[in-house]
């Protein structure tokens, strides 16, 4: 190559980095552009005039002449003369394209730049005490509604703040017009863009953490993402948390947000709370997950319960779990004041991270700052506005704890995914009912006996045998004899990449299992695990319970998010041993064709340590069946074989 080409091609190289630097550079390129041409025409122009004239008596005139000419298309008339006319033409025509056309270009473009740059959401935020969802996934939008639909948990969380009005910000790998449009589509008539920021970055990185202005956060969510690609998501979630952990500004420890993080994988809720030395909930979400499909296949119609528990809202007649401190009863023992609340059920105290069950300890007594957890429909219902305990019938009943199933319980679990390993742990938990779990999946057995034992799980109690097959299959699926097990439970695969997938995957798996049992008389109870609340209504059959893990996985971070001591709540409950919801059979009771009050009922099952906190009709009773905290607690209620009094009581 000969110097002159490299000479040229370094010369191009210069312009274009030159070029490249933004929209001042590009103008000043077509400046001096301008600049040369106005000079080489005025100097031409001059040159070629065989007398000085009036117009451009020396060679600046004659300059400025041809840089009117090129800029302005009005002075072209003004000129005389073949050559001045061909010249002023030649510079009009080259305005035209270098000035105006060059410049509304650059201009253009910068404008375009400047409004997608705006729109991708790198430009840093200045906020205070709002809600950060660091990420984006599968439940952000369901988030995003819980929160907004949460309005009385929201203004108690700001006034614990400092007051304001909710603002969240989310911190979205890329954001796009999409993301918008979906949280939009979820919150409808109730979406208002002035309180929902979109940011792009990655929480990985302290700078893009310091975009969303995490510091000043009244709280960080931080959700797994379940369809990660490189199957891991619990170590982003540990990195992201050190990197929050070790900000610049060097905060200390206590002046760190709170962060509620889900993690994944149980045995590394240790480590992640090593990672972040702030105040922190750390939810293993996924377990709470596999804990619920198990208690419902030994309890069933605990969906209902649940469902209505767990759920974010603020709808009337809808009951949810609340903690609320009384001061008014600090002294008092925890079990004498159960009665004084009218309008909700006293379920313990949360204390020190957990939940002491009411009747756990009949000595301990409630201090001014513990907050008490109930069950009520609002807040305001949640203070003692009976001066003493009611009157009530006693009623001298058997405990009646029973297992529904007399035996050894059969289950077959039909798919897999992340969540497995806990769930069969979670019945290993249950010592006391024996237990039989077949596993059907295309992934292989041996795999899976490698993930089990990599993830610490050592069954002592359970039984449990991997078949390896296709839950769509036909022929494979009434090879397996289904009508003979007790309980089946349909998991969503994460393995396929995407939720739309596993769902669809899930479906097919359903359909075949209705078709294998059309002809069952008394068909297997079914627990279906579902991604999205859109397929909800396909699964409206008599023996099947219902599972939306992402949107009942977005509820439990958001209320633990605008109330942490609602996690100690929920892990007791719903958790292995310790306090547990469970049901009494009416008609071994003794109370078929009696009519008691909730009062009385309460009463009498506190005498057995446990607490009522509604009751569950039969198959044959009208909707709604489930019906808890009872809103006339002197009323009686009816009962009749299969009906069903739903408790807490400790293991």
């Known amino acids: 190559m000969s110097l002159i080409t490299r000479i040229r091609h370094l010369a191009q190289f210069r312009l274009e980095q030159f070029i490249l630097r933004g929209v001042v550079s590009r103008l000043m390129v077509i400046a001096l552009a301008m600049v040369l041409i106005a000079a080489g025409a005025g100097l031409f122009v001059y040159a070629m005039a065989p007398l000085p004239s009036e117009t451009y008596p020396d060679a600046g005139s004659a300059i400025w002449w041809a840089f009117l000419r090129l800029t302005d298309s009005g002075y072209l008339g003004d000129d005389e003369g073949a050559l001045l006319r061909s010249v002023s033409t030649a510079l009009t025509i080259t305005g035209v394209v270098l000035f105006v056309g060059a410049l509304i270009a650059t201009m253009t473009q910068w404008l375009n730049d400047t409004i997608e740059t705006l729109e991708a959401g790198y430009t840093p935020i200045a906020q205070n005490n709002h809600v950060l969802i660091l990420g984006w996934n599968n439940r952000t939008a369901a988030m995003v509604e ?36 979906e949280i939009k589509d979820r919150l409808g008539r109730r979406f208002d863009f002035r309180r929902i920021t979109l940011r792009s970055g990655t929480p990985l990185r302290l700078d893009h953490l310091k975009r969303v202005d995490y510091l000043h956060a009244g709280v960080i969510l931080l959700p797994t993402r379940e369809f990660a690609a490189d199957n891991s998501p619990d170590e982003l979630t540990i990195k992201t948390l050190m990197s929050a952990a070790h900000s610049d500004d060097d905060v200390p420890a206590e002046q760190l947000p709170l962060v509620v993080a889900e993690i994944f994988d149980a045995d590394r809720l240790e480590t992640a709370r090593r990672a972040y030395p702030g105040p922190a909930e ?25 469902n209505e528990l767990l759920a974010s809202h603020d709808e009337p007649g809808c009951n949810q779990i609340f903690v609320r401190r009384c001061p008014e009863l600090a002294g008092q ?12 059920v006293l379920v313990g105290i949360a204390r020190d991270g957990q939940l002491i069950a009411l009747f756990a300890d009949a000595e301990d007594r409630v201090t001014a700052d513990d907050p008490l957890a109930f069950i009520a429909r609002e807040f305001d219902h949640c203070r003692p506005d009976r001066d003493v305990p009611p009157e009530s019938t006693e009623l001298r009943l058997p405990s009646a704890r029973d297992n529904r199933v007399s035996g050894t319980r059969r289950v077959l679990v039909l798919g897999w995914n992340q969540k497995l390993p806990s769930l069969l742990a979670e019945f290993d938990a249950h010592n006391r009912e024996p237990v039989d779990v077949d596993v059907l999946s295309l992934l292989d057995t041996a795999e899976r006996q490698t993930i089990l034992h990599r993830k610490g799980v050592r069954l002592s109690h359970a039984r449990v045998r991997q078949l390896e097959g296709d839950l ?18 349909l998991v969503a695969s994460d393995w396929l990449g995407s939720a739309d997938a596993a769902d669809a995957r899930m479906l097919l798996g359903y359909l075949v299992l209705s078709r294998v049992l059309e002809d069952v008389a008394n068909p297997p109870r079914m627990v279906v695990e579902t991604l999205s609340n859109d397929n909800e209504k396909l699964f409206d059959v008599a023996n099947v319970e219902r599972l939306v893990s992402p949107d009942l996985q977005a509820s439990v971070l958001t209320q633990v998010a605008l109330r942490r001591e609602l996690h100690w709540v929920i892990e007791e409950l719903f958790g292995a041993g310790g306090a547990e919801i469970e049901f009494r059979d009416a008609e071994a009771l003794g109370l078929a064709g009696r009519q008691p009050c909730f009062d009385t009922l309460r009463a009498e099952r506190a005498r057995h340590g446990e607490v009522l906190i509604g009751v569950l009709g039969g198959p044959n009773r009208p909707a709604p069946r489930l019906r808890l905290n009872l809103a006339d607690k002197q009323a009686p209620i009816p009962l009749a074989a299969g009906d069903e009094l739903v408790v807490i009581a400790v293991g």
């Open 146 to 181: 819980d929160l907004v639909q949460s309005e009385g948990r929201v203004a108690r969380f700001l006034d614990r703040h400092g007051g304001g009005r909710l603002h969240i910000v989310i911190l979205a790998e890329r954001v796009s017009p999409a993301l918008m449009q």
């Open 282 to 306: 750390f939810i293993g979400t996924p377990l709470i997950i596999s804990r619920l499909l198990v208690q419902n296949a030994r309890h069933t119609g605990l969906s209902w319960i649940y």
């Open 333 to 344: 023992r925890l079990v004498d004041v159960a009665g004084r609340f009218d309008k909700a």
């Open 472 to 489: 769509t299959s036909h022929y494979e699926v009434e090879q397996l004899n289904v009508a003979g097990y007790d309980n089946l439970i």
